[in-house]
């Protein structure tokens, strides 16, 4: 009798064969790419081989396209595990850290002195990272420029931001100077000498810093740890310009052109000295461009009219003020200096934290993913020319194929991304102005 298979054997057989196949075309090339999926505290970026063979070394083994399959499959089996390890109300939830870096903040911050070498070297494996990643993309290598301490206006400045965020934790860092003149600055209140002379003379040790870490030479961050400088109080820094722009106009009053200009000068070497150095964030940039343009504004407002008639050399005053017209180019070198900030302080330590508990799974493909939009806008602004348009981040990251977390980090990075080049716009317009301005005073021409 011939041997006829039953339904079932050949149903079983069937399916066994279709999944097999499954397994084998749909499910195993993405298993390849999980071996990207580094362990806690370990980095291991993905390489896909192009099609002549060589390895595209900025290639993102998920796939930006239709998604990774494998690390989706794997999102439906730990999702909910995820939710309930994070649940605030999960008594074996573990709660060393609440979002990617916290733990390493609570590390430097801690008052053991292990647990704060334990974040510094977390800090310094971040800092080797970084130059494999210029490495992996040269467009966004920046060059140190080393500057002996006692030259360093930048490490001077970072040095008294500390003194007082330290001694007012909590708080926004100040040395008491928009308390004092709360309404003044504001234009809300007519102008008091007499009160702004008190007060400087009251406070003149500490205006005698302010002016001398201004009038430093030169500025730079190298080997200054991120942490101290990537968030800073803006208020501080609007205090120091603030106060020297006061002292300048005391001088203007009195005719002490001499001392209005060197007050002028610190003012603006301060603004310079935040916003000017290898990696500035944005908001150094930020703080930089609103206290230079807030610098130029007080002079024509309030520091020239406060001369004496003859006093009001419009060249020796623009070389004090230095209205610069800014190239597309700086932007590319500010873009750098936000990838750099943001990737040593809030990206490479949470990933080289084996105890943070939010660290992404793909660290390799998060990298990739948050640096090729930076390398693309930095090529792009290079070859601009003055007067064009800066280029700017699409509307959304890419975060196809990424962990969950790694998605999450991404969308939280970006936010604002677009609106980053107008800042810099507006202020090369404005800067243009007032080169404008110093141009009718000297001989009466208008810049064109």
Known sequence: MKYRPSKWFSGIVLTGGLASLVLWFGILPDLEEVRVMSQPG???????????????????????????????????????????????????????????????RKLLASDDPADVAKGRDIQRRAEYWMRKLMERYPELAMKPHPVPD??????????????????????????GFSEAFPNNLAEKTPWDPKAASEWMKANSAIMDEIRAMGLLPDASSDGIAVDRYGFIHARLAKECTDALMMEARLAAENGDVAAAMESVRAARGLSGHLGDVESASLLQTTVRILTQLDIEQRVFSEILPALPDGSRDPSA???????????????????????????????????????????????GALLDAYTRPFAELVQNAANLKPGEDLPSFCDAPQTAGLSRTSRQMMEMLFIGSRAWGRGHGRAVSSQGLTQAAFSVMKDGTVPV
């Not at 006692?150 to 040395?175: C, I, Q, T, Y």
């Open 317 to 363: 005053w623009e070389a004090v003020v230095r209205p610069e017209i800014r190239p597309p180019s700086d932007f590319a070198r500010i873009m750098k200096g936000e990838w750099s900030v943001t990737l040593r302080e809030w990206v490479l330590p949470p990933i080289l934290d084996a105890e943070d508990t939010m660290s992404p799974p793909d660290p």
């Open 42 to 104: 370990e980095i291991v970026f993905p390489e896909v081989k192009a099609s002549g063979g060589k390895g595209d070394k900025r290639a993102v083994a998920a796939n930006f396209d239709g998604g990774n399959r494998a690390v989706m499959m794997g999102e439906l089996l730990d999702e909910g595990w995820d939710n309930l390890m994070r649940w605030k109300f999960n008594p074996w939830r573990n709660r060393k850290g609440i979002y990617p870096g916290d733990h390493l």
């Open 150 to 175: 006692e030259r360093n206006g930048f490490l001077k400045w970072v040095e008294f931001h500390d003194r007082f965020k330290n001694a007012m934790p909590g708080k926004v860092a100040s040395f």
